[in-house]
C-alpha cells in the first residue's frame, strides 16, 4: 500500500514537470510561428538591412554653355569620404584618427554622425579630398572600419568667382529640409546627400541641372566594412541649358571692374554692377556684380571661416546689383524726361534753363553741389527721386537704341533634353513699342552721340575710338557717401548691337569711373586692337581729369554732354 502511494506520487511529479515541459514547447513553437510566419517579413528585412547597404550615387548635374559653347559651369570627379552606420556610436579612436586624417576636428565629424536620421545610409564626411588624403586612409583602413572612399562628380566653377550671382551655387540637402521635400511630395527623387541649387541659376533650374541618383547595394560585415556589391541603380545625369552669355564679353566685364575698382577703392569705391545687353533682342551678354564670391567653396564644402567672410562683408556680394541693387539714375534720367518734354513740346531742344545748383522747393542739390548756370535743354535735368536698377537702365537705353521696342532681358536660350536635343528655346519677346515720334527718339540720340564726341563729357574716353558711340555719363547722389557713378552706352551709333551699363558705387564722377569699363567692354564687343586699348588707358586718366573740370566748373550753353 505505501508502495503504491509513492509511486502515485512520483507519477504526478512526472505529470506535473512533463505538462510544464510542455508547456514552455508550445509558447516557444508559438513564438517562433510568429516570428517565423507572421512577423517574417520584419525580421527578415531586418537581417538583410544589417547585411547590406544602399549607397547613394550623386547625378551629375547639367553643364552651363554660353553662347558659343564653352562651358561656364560643369561637374568633375572627386573623392569624397563616408561612414558607414553600423547601430553602434563612433569609437572614440577611430574618430581621432579620421579626423587627423582629414585635417577635421573630432567634434565637427561627431556632430555630422549624431545629426544623421537616415539608418543605414551613408554619411558624407568630406568632399574632394586629395589624392595624399586618400593614400592615407587607404594605409590605414584596416583601424577604420565603416569608411569608404567614393568617386562622386563635384559641381565645378572653372572660372571661380566669374558672375557667381547669376550661376549661383549648391549645396547638399540638410536633415530638415530633406523632411520637409518629403512631407510636399512623397515621391520626390531627392534623398540624403542629394545636392540642390542654393542661389542663382543653380536654384532657378535646379529640378533640369539636378538629374536623378542612383545607388549601389553592398553586402557589409559585422563592423560595417564593404565586403561586394550585390547590385546597381545607375544615375541619370541632368540636362544642360544653354545660356545668351558670351565668355569672352563676361571676361572682359570682369576684368575691366576689378581694374577699376583697385584704382577707385582708396577713394571710397565699394562695388560695381554691369550689364550688356543686346539691344535687337535681350539676350544678356554679360553680367558682373561686384564683389563676387567663389561657388567652388560651397561645392566642396564651405567652412567657417570662408562663410564669416562672405557674411560680414558690408559690400554684399551674394547680392546681384544689377538686377537687386536700386540707386537714384543720376543724369541718364535726362533721356526719360527729355523725351517726356520733347514729345509734349513743353521745351525746345534749343531753350535755356538756369542752374543754381539748388531745387527751389526742396534742399535738393545737383551731385557734389555744383552750381552749372545757364544750360540749354540738353544738360537741364539730371537727378530724380525714382530708384532704378543697372538691368531697368540697359532696357531703357535698348528702347532709344532699337527705335522704341522693349524687349525681355532673358539669360536662357535652351534647355535640352537628355539626349542633348533641344526640349525648350528661349527667345526675343516684345512687351511693346514706345509711343514717342521718330523725330524725338532721333533728337535724344543726337544728344547721346554728342556725349561721346569731342567737346563732350566722354569725349576724351573715346577718342579714337573706331566704332561711333552713343552714351551718357551720370552722378547720382548718394545720401549714405560718396556719388555713384553712372555710364550708360550703345555701339555702333546708326547701328546698334551692344547696350552697356555700368554703376560704381560710390565712385565718383561717372566718366571717370564707370566710362573706363564701358570703353574696355565695347573694345572687346568690336575687336578693337590691342594697341588701341593701350593707347586709351591713358585717354582715360586724361578724360577722368578734363570730366571733373568740366563737371565743377560753370558750363557754358554751347558745351555738349
Given at each position: 500500500?505505501?508502495?503504491?502511494?509513492?509511486?502515485?506520487?512520483?507519477?504526478?511529479?512526472?505529470?506535473?514537470?512533463?505538462?510544464?515541459?510542455?508547456?514552455?514547447?508550445?509558447?516557444?513553437?508559438?513564438?517562433?510561428?510568429?516570428?517565423?510566419?507572421?512577423?517574417?517579413?520584419?525580421?527578415?528585412?531586418?537581417?538583410?538591412?544589417?547585411?547590406?547597404?544602399?549607397?547613394?550615387?550623386?547625378?551629375?548635374?547639367?553643364?552651363?554653355?554660353?553662347?558659343?559653347?564653352?562651358?561656364?559651369?560643369?561637374?568633375?570627379?572627386?573623392?569624397?569620404?563616408?561612414?558607414?552606420?553600423?547601430?553602434?556610436?563612433?569609437?572614440?579612436?577611430?574618430?581621432?584618427?579620421?579626423?587627423?586624417?582629414?585635417?577635421?576636428?573630432?567634434?565637427?565629424?561627431?556632430?555630422?554622425?549624431?545629426?544623421?536620421?537616415?539608418?543605414?545610409?551613408?554619411?558624407?564626411?568630406?568632399?574632394?579630398?586629395?589624392?595624399?588624403?586618400?593614400?592615407?586612409?587607404?594605409?590605414?583602413?584596416?583601424?577604420?572600419?565603416?569608411?569608404?572612399?567614393?568617386?562622386?562628380?563635384?559641381?565645378?566653377?572653372?572660372?571661380?568667382?566669374?558672375?557667381?550671382?547669376?550661376?549661383?551655387?549648391?549645396?547638399?540637402?540638410?536633415?530638415?529640409?530633406?523632411?520637409?521635400?518629403?512631407e510636399q511630395d512623397p515621391n520626390t527623387t531627392v534623398g540624403a546627400g542629394s545636392i540642390l541649387g542654393r542661389a542663382g541659376l543653380e536654384k532657378l533650374y535646379d529640378s533640369v541641372l539636378r538629374g536623378v541618383d542612383g545607388g549601389k547595394q553592398l553586402e557589409v560585415d559585422?563592423?560595417?566594412?564593404?565586403?561586394?556589391?550585390?547590385?546597381?541603380?545607375?544615375?541619370?545625369?541632368?540636362?544642360?541649358?544653354?545660356?545668351?552669355?558670351?565668355?569672352?564679353?563676361?571676361?572682359?566685364?570682369?576684368?575691366?571692374?576689378?581694374?577699376?575698382?583697385?584704382?577707385?577703392?582708396?577713394?571710397?569705391?565699394?562695388?560695381?554692377?554691369?550689364?550688356?545687353?543686346?539691344?535687337?533682342?535681350?539676350?544678356?551678354?554679360?553680367?558682373?556684380?561686384?564683389?563676387?564670391?567663389?561657388?567652388?567653396?560651397?561645392?566642396?564644402?564651405?567652412?567657417?571661416?570662408?562663410?564669416?567672410?562672405?557674411?560680414?562683408?558690408?559690400?554684399?556680394?551674394?547680392?546681384?546689383?544689377?538686377?537687386?541693387?536700386?540707386?537714384?539714375?543720376?543724369?541718364?534720367?535726362?533721356?526719360?524726361?527729355?523725351?517726356?518734354?520733347?514729345?509734349?513740346?513743353?521745351?525746345?531742344?534749343?531753350?535755356?534753363?538756369?542752374?543754381?545748383?539748388?531745387?527751389?522747393?526742396?534742399?535738393?542739390?545737383?551731385?557734389?553741389?555744383?552750381?552749372?548756370?545757364?544750360?540749354?535743354?540738353?544738360?537741364?535735368?539730371?537727378?530724380?527721386?525714382?530708384?532704378?536698377?543697372?538691368?531697368?537702365?540697359?532696357?531703357?537705353?535698348?528702347?532709344?537704341?532699337?527705335?522704341?521696342?522693349?524687349?525681355?532681358?532673358?539669360?536662357?536660350?535652351?534647355?535640352?533634353?537628355?539626349?542633348?536635343?533641344?526640349?525648350?528655346?528661349?527667345?526675343?519677346?516684345?512687351?511693346?513699342?514706345?509711343?514717342?515720334?521718330?523725330?524725338?527718339?532721333?533728337?535724344?540720340?543726337?544728344?547721346?552721340?554728342?556725349?561721346?564726341?569731342?567737346?563732350?563729357?566722354?569725349?576724351?574716353?573715346?577718342?579714337?575710338?573706331?566704332?561711333?558711340?552713343?552714351?551718357?555719363?551720370g552722378t547720382a547722389e548718394n545720401a549714405h557717401g560718396r556719388d555713384h557713378g553712372w555710364f550708360v552706352a550703345y555701339a555702333p551709333y546708326d547701328k546698334p548691337?551692344?547696350?552697356?551699363?555700368?554703376?560704381?558705387?560710390?565712385?565718383?564722377?561717372?566718366?571717370?569711373?564707370?566710362?573706363?569699363?564701358?570703353?574696355?567692354?565695347?573694345?572687346?564687343?568690336?575687336?578693337?586692337?590691342?594697341?588701341?586699348?593701350?593707347?586709351?588707358?591713358?585717354?582715360?586718366?586724361?578724360?577722368?581729369?578734363?570730366?571733373?573740370?568740366?563737371?565743377?566748373?560753370?558750363?557754358?550753353?554751347?558745351?555738349?554732354?
Amino acid at each position: 500500500m505505501l508502495e503504491s502511494l509513492y509511486k502515485r506520487k512520483k507519477t504526478s511529479r512526472f505529470d506535473v514537470l512533463f505538462y510544464i515541459v510542455m508547456g514552455i514547447f508550445i509558447i516557444l513553437g508559438l513564438r517562433l510561428f510568429a516570428m517565423q510566419i507572421l512577423e517574417g517579413g520584419y525580421y527578415q528585412a531586418k537581417a538583410e538591412g544589417n547585411r547590406l547597404r544602399i549607397v547613394p550615387m550623386t547625378a551629375a548635374r547639367g553643364v552651363m554653355y554660353d553662347r558659343n559653347g564653352q562651358i561656364l559651369v560643369g561637374s568633375r570627379p572627386a573623392y569624397t569620404i563616408s561612414i558607414m552606420p553600423n547601430g553602434k556610436p563612433l569609437d572614440d579612436d577611430e574618430l581621432a584618427k579620421l579626423a587627423a586624417l582629414l585635417h577635421k576636428k573630432p567634434e565637427d565629424i561627431q556632430k555630422k554622425v549624431n545629426d544623421h536620421k537616415h539608418g543605414y545610409e551613408p554619411i558624407r564626411i568630406a568632399n574632394d579630398i586629395s589624392m595624399d588624403v586618400v593614400t592615407s586612409i587607404e594605409e590605414h583602413r584596416h583601424e577604420l572600419p565603416g569608411v569608404s572612399i567614393d568617386v562622386e562628380p563635384l559641381r565645378y566653377y572653372p572660372y571661380e568667382t566669374m558672375a557667381s550671382q547669376l550661376f549661383g551655387y549648391v549645396g547638399e540637402v540638410s536633415e530638415d529640409e530633406l523632411a520637409e521635400i518629403k512631407e510636399q511630395d512623397p515621391n520626390t527623387t531627392v534623398g540624403a546627400g542629394s545636392i540642390l541649387g542654393r542661389a542663382g541659376l543653380e536654384k532657378l533650374y535646379d529640378s533640369v541641372l539636378r538629374g536623378v541618383d542612383g545607388g549601389k547595394q553592398l553586402e557589409v560585415d559585422a563592423s560595417g566594412r564593404p565586403v561586394a556589391e550585390v547590385d546597381r541603380k545607375h544615375t541619370v545625369p541632368g540636362s544642360n541649358i544653354h545660356l545668351t552669355i558670351d565668355v569672352n564679353i563676361q571676361k572682359a566685364a570682369e576684368e575691366a571692374v576689378k581694374k577699376e575698382l583697385d584704382q577707385l577703392r582708396s577713394s571710397g569705391a565699394t562695388g560695381a554692377a554691369v550689364v550688356a545687353l543686346d539691344p535687337n533682342t535681350g539676350a544678356v551678354l554679360a553680367m558682373v556684380s561686384a564683389p563676387e564670391f567663389n561657388p567652388n567653396w560651397f561645392a566642396k564644402g564651405i567652412t567657417s571661416a570662408q562663410w564669416n567672410q562672405l557674411n560680414n562683408d558690408k559690400s554684399h556680394p551674394f547680392e546681384n546689383k544689377v538686377i537687386a541693387g536700386e540707386y537714384p539714375p543720376g543724369s541718364p534720367f535726362k533721356i526719360v524726361t527729355g523725351t517726356a518734354a520733347l514729345d509734349l513740346k513743353k521745351v525746345t531742344p534749343d531753350e535755356m534753363i538756369f542752374d543754381s545748383g539748388k531745387h527751389w522747393l526742396i534742399d535738393k542739390r545737383n551731385a557734389e553741389g555744383e552750381a552749372l548756370g545757364w544750360l540749354n535743354f540738353n544738360r537741364a535735368f539730371g537727378q530724380s527721386f525714382h530708384l532704378v536698377t543697372p538691368l531697368q537702365m540697359a532696357v531703357l537705353l535698348s528702347q532709344v537704341a532699337n527705335g522704341g521696342i522693349r524687349y525681355q532681358p532673358y539669360v536662357v536660350s535652351r534647355v535640352d533634353n537628355p539626349d542633348g536635343t533641344p526640349a525648350e528655346i528661349f527667345g526675343p519677346k516684345n512687351l511693346g513699342v514706345l509711343p514717342v515720334p521718330k523725330n524725338i527718339m532721333d533728337l535724344i540720340r543726337e544728344g547721346l552721340r554728342d556725349v561721346t564726341s569731342e567737346g563732350g563729357t566722354a569725349g576724351e574716353l573715346f577718342k579714337g575710338f573706331p566704332v561711333a558711340v552713343a552714351g551718357k555719363t551720370g552722378t547720382a547722389e548718394n545720401a549714405h557717401g560718396r556719388d555713384h557713378g553712372w555710364f550708360v552706352a550703345y555701339a555702333p551709333y546708326d547701328k546698334p548691337q551692344i547696350v552697356v551699363v555700368a554703376l560704381v558705387e560710390q565712385g565718383g564722377f561717372g566718366a571717370g569711373s564707370a566710362g573706363p569699363i564701358v570703353r574696355d567692354i565695347l573694345s572687346a564687343y568690336f575687336n578693337v586692337p590691342t594697341s588701341s586699348s593701350k593707347s586709351t588707358d591713358t585717354k582715360a586718366t586724361d578724360a577722368k581729369t578734363t570730366t571733373n573740370k568740366k563737371e565743377t566748373q560753370e558750363i557754358k550753353p554751347s558745351v555738349k554732354e
